[in-house]
Every structure is written in C-alpha cells, then in structure tokens.
C-alpha cells in the first residue's frame, strides 16, 4: 500500500486530488493516467532499463518517469488499492497482427470489481493504463463493442485463456489484441522474467525501437523512432522528425517526456541512435 503523501504524489502527476472510491473517480484516473503518464520504451531503449517492483514504478511515475506495461499497470494497481478499489493482477498476452493469439505473461492485466450503480450489482472491469494503443476509459468486462473516439474495441471471451477474456483492438491499431487469463496473481514479481528478456535481452524488440503513445480524448499520438503519428476520427497523420531539438520538442510538448533524468550527454546518444536506425531503414527500403 502506498502512503497517504505517496497518493498525493502520484495523483498530483494526473493533476488530480484524492476522491473516495467511485466508477466516475476510476474513470477520472484512467483518463488522465494515459494522457500525461505515456507508455514508452525510451529507459529500454537507452540502457538504461527500470525495475519493475512496485515501489520502483511508484517512484518513477511520480519523479516525472513512465515505461511500458509492468510499469504503468503496476503502479495504477497499488495506487488503487491504495484508494480503496478491489483491484486483480492476472497474466496477459498481447497479440501482434499476424500471429496467432497468445498467453505468454508479457504483459500485465487489471481489473477492479465494484458495485454499478446502474445495474444494482458487481461489475468487472478492464483497466489499463500500460498497452500503447490504450483504451481512454475502463471497458466492462461484458461481451460488447466499446467505441472510444475513433477507437473501437470489442470484449469477448478468450480461445487461449480457459474461461479468461480478450479484448479485441481497434482494426487499425498496431496490435490485433490481448488474452487474460482470469486467474489472480499475487503481484508483479510474476512478471520479472519477461521483463528481464524485454529490458536486456539483444533478442529484444524494444532494444532497437524507441517508442511512445499516449491517448487523449479525441484520439492518440505516437512517436516511433523519427516518425510521429497522430490519430483522430479523421484518419491517421504522419511526419518525420528528423531534426534533433524539434524531435526532443515533440518528446516534451506531446509526451511530456522532458528526459529529465538523463544527462546533456545521455540525450545525445539517444538522439544519435534513433537517427542512425532511422536512416538504416530507409536505406534498406
């Protein structure tokens, strides 16, 4: 459990103020979690990889840190128990588009269980703040499409997760889906293998590819390497950014990612990473 000021840390960085446990707060979270906390890989990405234990995450997030799943599902777990919500970890596997479904735990699902005031009993449902292209609010564990701007999701029951659920991206999202398996785990130590393979592995994708996505309420952002994506219910558009002090801009004006925690020369071998991988593939293609 975190600590009161810990609470007030951490949702200081949402911009928010503590609230008592509701549906509406819950969403209130979310929301805000995935447009100012961005799911990234840039720790990874400059060798720099960040533990996954709780206290790790809190710490990072509140110090103005981010990173991928473990990370950010992790922390919004604790801080959620923290204020009261009943909240479940369970192993998860996402889907990449031409692979077949998977539960591999590489990734960290959440859920909350509360009373809906609607239908006068427990709901069920998804939380998560740590998959890149990431739902804006909390979906309902129940069978349905969910649209969210120009996100549609769907919620079905799992083929790779015995009584488990998947969640069903939207079509044109980087990644088909991702399998729960409804089993509860006990916390995130589950999950140090797969990190220690994605943070330091050379087989790792991530090693190689700087990314980072956030949502807002009318679409997404991403920037991947040098290309920068926007996403709305007009479609999607894209630009190279292949000037260093526009590209750290965009990185702080969009992400809020200000790489604070790295030094003057960090940043360099940063940026001259990402260009180098840049203009390989273009030379390749």
């Known amino acids: 459990m975190l600590t009161k000021q810990e609470i007030k840390d951490y949702l200081k960085r949402l911009g928010l103020e503590i609230d008592t446990p509701s549906k509406e707060f819950l969403s209130e979270m979310h929301r805000a979690h995935v447009e100012k906390v961005p799911w990234h890989t840039i720790d990874i990405f400059a060798g720099k990889p960040t533990p996954i234990d709780i206290k790790s995450s809190v710490q990072h997030i509140v110090n103005q840190g981010s990173g991928y799943c473990f990370h950010l599902n992790g922390a919004f777990s604790v801080l ?29 699902g959440v859920s909350v269980t509360m009373m809906d005031a609607v239908i006068h009993k427990e709901q069920r449902w998804i939380v998560d703040v740590g ?41 044109i999202a980087p990644f088909a889906g991702v399998d729960f398996d409804p089993e509860v785990v ?89 260009i180098r991988i840049h203009e390989n593939c273009i030379g390749f293609n």
């Open 80 to 108: 959620l128990r923290s204020l009261g919500y009943n909240v479940s970890l369970h192993r998860a596997g996402v889907q990449p588009k031409g692979k077949e479904p998977r539960m591999d735990s590489y990734h960290l």
């Open 186 to 274: 006990g916390d995130v130590e589950e999950f140090k293998s797969q990190h220690e393979f994605l943070s330091k592995s050379p087989d790792s994708v991530w090693g190689n590819l700087l990314l980072i996505q956030n949502r807002h309420n009318k679409g997404s952002n991403e920037l991947r390497g040098c290309v920068f994506s926007q996403r709305t219910v007009d479609g999607i558009q894209k630009s190279e950014i292949t000037n260093k002090f526009m590209w750290f801009e965009l990185l702080a004006d969009v992400f809020g990612e200000k790489l604070d925690r790295y030094s003057k020369l960090e940043k360099d071998e940063i940026w001259k990473k990402v």
């Open 131 to 171: 998959l890149g292209d990431m739902p804006y609010d909390p979906l309902p564990m129940i069978v349905g499409e969910y649209e969210q701007g120009p996100f549609r999701y769907k919620i079905r029951p799992s083929e790779v997760a015995a009584n488990g659920w998947r969640l069903e991206n939207d079509p």
